[in-house]
Structure formats: C-alpha cells, structure tokens
C-alpha cells in the first residue's frame, strides 16, 4: 500500500497495443493496492510529426504557439491510456497539465515548474481512481499553455512525486536501470541496485542518457526517491537515493563516457590578467558550452597556454572564434582536434580514498592509453583520450575495479 | 470597421499550404481595420485519425477520455493558424475551448454551450490581435474537457459572435454560398444573396448541408448575421438574416432534396385511440428518426392506414419492428419502400400566397412525376416521388418558378 508516481515515455507509448501493454503494467500496480498516478509523454514520433506541420507553416514559429501545438501530443496519450485502463475495469481520469494545474512560468518551450495543487489528484486517488497526467506541459499564470521542453515528461513525475509526497516516482525506460558502464562496449556491465543523487547526476551529464539531469536534481532537492526500470522487462531497475551507510562501502559506481567532445588549444598568449575571460568570452557569447578547461603558464613565466573541450558540433564555430580572439591578442598559435573522447570514474566513495586516480591512471599507461587531459571533483575523474582509445580504456577501468562483481573492493 | 468572427472548417485548413491561405484571408480581413475572431476545426482526416487510434485501444471509449482526445484536433488547428498570421507580421493567440471558458454541460461527446466568457477576447482585440478559437469543444463546472460533437465548430462561431454581439458571423466552406438547388442536379441553380433563418433551416434540414442545423437556429434566437462563403473563391455568399421588406418579394427561395429517404407502410390498423402512439413509440425507442407521418381512416371507419418515413440506413430496423408491431395489434399488412427521395419548395413568401402547392403539383403531373406523399408547413411543401423522378423533379421546380432569374416571380 503506498503512492506511487509512474512516469512512461515516448517509446513505451508508442502504439496503441504497447498503451495497453502500460495499461496492464499500472492495472496490475493498482491492483495490489497501491495508489498510482501515471505521467505520459507523446507517442514516440508524435512530436516529431507536429514540429514537421510547424515547420510547413514557418520557420520562426511563435514561441507561445509552439507549446500550444506541442501539448496535444501528451494529450492524445492521456486520453488513450485512461480508456485503456478502464476497459481493464481499472476506474481512471486523466488530465492536461493545465487542468492538474501544474503551474509554470511563462518561459515558452523551456518553462520551469513552480508549483503543483494536488486536490483533484487527492479526490481522484480517494475514489479508487488512476490518475493519468500528460507530462512536459503545465500552464503560466494567465492560464497560456506551456511546455518544459522536449524529455521533460520526466521532470513532471518528479514534480509531481514531490508534491504528492509519493513514496516512490518510477521512471520506466527502454533499458533495464542504471549500468556500471554501456553494456554495448563491457558486455559484463552490471545492472546497479542503487546509486547515489550524485552520482547519477554525473552519469547522466557524461551521456549515460537514461533521466534528464533537470529531473534527477529535482529529485534530490525534493528528496523523492527515483527508481528506473524497465517497461517492457520485468525487474527491480535502479533506486537513486541519498547516500547511505551501504553505499559507502562502493568506491566507484559506474564508468561514464562521451564520444560527442572535440578540444581547442591556445598556446603563446601573453599572460596578463582577465586573459581568460578575453578568450573565453566570445566563446560563451555564441552560446557554445565549455565543459573542462586547462591552463598552463609556460616556463618564462611571460605567456600561457590554454586548452578547452567543447561539444563535438561546436567545434568548428570555436575554432573560428578562437582563431579571430589569436590574432586580436597576440597569441602565438590556435590548434585543435575533434576526434577525442573524455572517460570518466564516478563514486561517491572516491571521497574517502586517495589512491583511485592513479590507479586509474597507471591502468590506463599499462595499456598504451595516451592521456590528454585529466580534470577531478569530489566524486570523479574523468581523463580525455583520442577517440580510438575509447572502448580499451572503458573496458580496461571496468576491468581494473572490478566493477562486474558486486560490492567491489 | 467592424468585429467579425470567422469559422473554417476541416477541408479549408486540410493541409499546411491551406492554412497559410486562410492566414492570408484572416489577414486581408484585419489589414482592412476589421476585428477578427476565427474560430477553427481540425485539419480535415485528423478527427478520423484520432478515432482510429481509439478503436485500436477499445470499442467502448470512455466519452469523458474521447474529449480529451478529439480536442487535440482543434489545438493543432490554432496553434499552426496563429503561427502562420504571426509570420504575416499580424499578431495573433490561440485559445482552447476551455481557455476561453466557453461553458458547457456535461455530456461528453454531445455538449451544449452555456455561456462564454469574452475578457481575454476583448483584451486581446483592443490590443490589435487576431483570436484564435479552437471550435467543437468547451469544457463543464469542473473543468472537464467536452466537445459539441461532430461539426459544432459552427455552433462555437455562433456563440461566438452572439456573446461578442459581432456585426456578422462568415462561416468559409467549401461551397460559395446557398444556392436555389444543387448545382450538380440543376446547373443554373442561382447562388442567394440572401435567405431568412426560417428558409435556411428548411434547406439545411433537407440535405443541403451547408451549415449545422443547430448552429443556425441558435444564430436565429440570438440574432447573429450568418453569412456562408468560399473560403476558395472570391466572393459575397450568402447572408442569412431575419425576414426583411425585399425578401417578402421572393415567393420560393430554393428547392431541396433528400435521397435518404425511405418509407413505411402498415394498413388496416384496427383504429382505437392512441394507435399512432402504439405504432411509433416501438420505433422512436430504437432511436429511429421519424420524419413525415400521414394518417388515413379506411372508407369503412374501423381500420386506419398510416405510412412514415425513415433515414434510409433505419430501414430495415424499422420495418422489422414495424412487422412485430402489425402483429402484436392485428393489422392486415405492413409494406415499405426505400427507393424514394422527398423534393420541397421552401419560401418565406409562401405563407401570403395559396397557389404555390397547385402549381407545383400540376408542374409534376405535366411531366408525370407521380407523388407518394405530401407534407406542408408554413414555409415549405414536399413531396415524396420515386427515386428515378429526383432530377427531373427538382429540374421542372426550378424551371417553373425561375428561380435561375434574380428576384424571381
């Protein structure tokens, strides 16, 4: 007996028979006595298509429109799902995020959430009903449609979950839980009972792409305990929770990892101070994100070098950049290289222990693995490789720490 | 200057390019210092589409959930509409049935407006722009979604323009106004300038589906000035207004037909009181519309012949339950026929004037149309012949009272 939040996606929805395979899913919660309130986002393809009408009618499309044209997507799903539910005898109602009021502010596309009144939800649960909720949208205060911007069905069930003060917020996805790495490249990856707010935090932002990061901080703020399965497999998936006593006992979680990086370096630049805001600056101004970032003074002590990753599909428009800011500058040479990728060790039991970087990094020189660029915090390592060296490296770390037994070291 | 509210319909918005040519109307309309209120449909196929998605899940859809789906339809509509005026350089929001508090009762599928609230409209016009109404759907007391059922995107203009107190209603179709007959039938069928609620409630009843039925008589009571035109070609249409000195002049304003029609016969009925009740209640309760009824007393007194007609798709049902009735009361025998269409003169004018009905019959018999069956009202007379008369039949009316020449008779 307990509140529970279940959050399916696009794919789980997909057609009508995988909706009432999730029909079937939520009955049978439902029917061990528990109170459920089901979230949905669009049939998978379904956004797609309207953002193609949209795209017919013009290309600077009215922010505010947008969302009303997008909100329709989850509201097909709702509707769908709540009939789906009651054929099976299972009393359901669904509602818009406007209608449950899910209060945003007025931020078209990428609208943040503000606040939830819950009383329809409370009356509906109280009467034996499903609640089913069309994820991604709610509305600002003038009542204008709003949406939270694409993947953020998930950010809803939270929210929601937090409101409700639900005991759990199951997100349910196209793979089994979290992974101590990809199992497409260690295919002895194991399947993680738990994982720490923080820790998943960081996976998620290295591309380990299974929850929004938006959804997974709320989360931890709010304290809802998040759990990510599977809905087309049976099993427990994943619990992401605060750090407990058993966890402690971990010293690394997982291996993270992200193809999508490329680096640009400056080397020579006379070194005087608000030097790298002056080269940072107009890279930030293209809306270009800078993830790690190194400098060097050289031996002179005159001039300094710097080196910088950015998103793979930023790279070239940096190079420019970077190149015009050389010669306003002075420095002496710009180079560059799009063919790396950044590996990275997350455990919150790091904290604790000081020798796992350079066991890291000997493992890693065993294999012939050039490192590049290396960058830490509290609860990672991460280190840039070339490209190639990917798959070895991941597989040599996974290896080193013994990640595919359970409780290792 | 005026304030005009504007309804398109499924085929006038069918596709993206269509869309951005009722942009460009709406647009022409505002640039002129009108201001406009358009209220949409969905995108012609897409209600089908979203019906076929709920047949897949379940024959017996929850109504309240149908709603919820079908109302999607309609916020594409006017979220692509506004888009396309926004890129005109016309500023313009869309609204939902329920953003705008268009009321409604509670019967889902098949809702009737109670009321609207026009502050946001008001708001919106005095600031220049152009609203945007998704038609067909409202939403009840408690904030559920409804929708007016098929085609009621006529009556939310209606109700638009009638809380608005707009100067006229425009409702764009696919036809370029009322016409004398149908053109396809009689090729000089002259379009009406103009046609009073009355004679438009006949003709629309009749099959000449330009408008809902239920639109029109509700833009009779509130008085709103309906006007139907092309959203194709260029042109005026047709006005439809309140009787007026020049319209007393036109003594038939047009010739409708219906091919759907069948008929019933059952004789020597043994003739008590309440025998009509006895025949009909059985039919009227298996949801079988009645259209004409007559009644003939036999020669002898103690038996009575009756014959009915139905919609064409009721007939079987009709004549089965008919056969059980005969039974049950003693009658000698029951017939029917379902090759049989009804022809009808409808004119306000004819109230002031006898002969209309001689001359018509005698117009028939000159080309030896036999008639079945006759039924008068005020403003109207039809005629029940077989079906292989229809042409010829509607063809000598027109003919007889030129109606092809302007102000005719």
Known sequence: MALIVQKYGGTSVASPERIGHVADKVAGWRSKGNDVVVVV??????????????????????PRELDVLLATGEQVTIALLSMALEDRGCPA???????????????????????????HIHTDLAAGRVVVVAGFQGADDHGNITTLGRGG???????LAAALKADECQIYTDVAG???????????ARLLDRITFEEMLEMASLGSRVLQIRSVSFAGRYN??????????????????????TMEQ????????????AKLTIVGVPDTPGVAHRLLGPIAK??????????????????????????????????????????AMGAREVSGDDKIVKISL?????RSHAGIASTMFEALANEGVNIRMISTSEIKVSVVVDEKYLELGVRTLHDTFKLAQPDSI
């Open 41 to 62: 986002s669009a049939m998978s393809g379904e956004t797609d298509r309207l953002l193609s009408l949209a795209g017919a009618i013009t290309d600077s499309q009215s």
């Open 346 to 350: 997350v455990g919150v039991g790091m």
């Open 250 to 261: 971990a010293l690394i979680s997982g291996i993270a990892f992200n193809r999508d990086e």
């Open 178 to 188: 979290v992974y101590t790495t990809d199992p497409r490249v260690v295919p002895e």
């Open 286 to 327: 293209a809306n270009i994100e800078v993830d790690m970032i190194l400098q060097n003074v050289a031996p002179d002590g005159t001039t300094t070098d710097f080196t910088f990753t950015v998103n793979r599909n930023d790279y070239k428009k940096a190079l420019t950049i970077l190149e015009k800011t050389a010669k």
């Open 224 to 245: 809802v305990p998040l759990r990510v399965l599977s809905s087309f497999e049976e099993g427990e998936g994943t619990l992401i929770t605060y750090e407990d006593e």
């Open 93 to 119: 109602r669904s509602y818009t995020g406007a209608q449950v009021h899910i209060r945003t502010d007025s931020a078209h596309n990428k609208a943040r959430i503000r606040g939830i009144e819950d009383k």
């Open 153 to 159: 069905s998930d950010t809803t069930a939270v929210a």
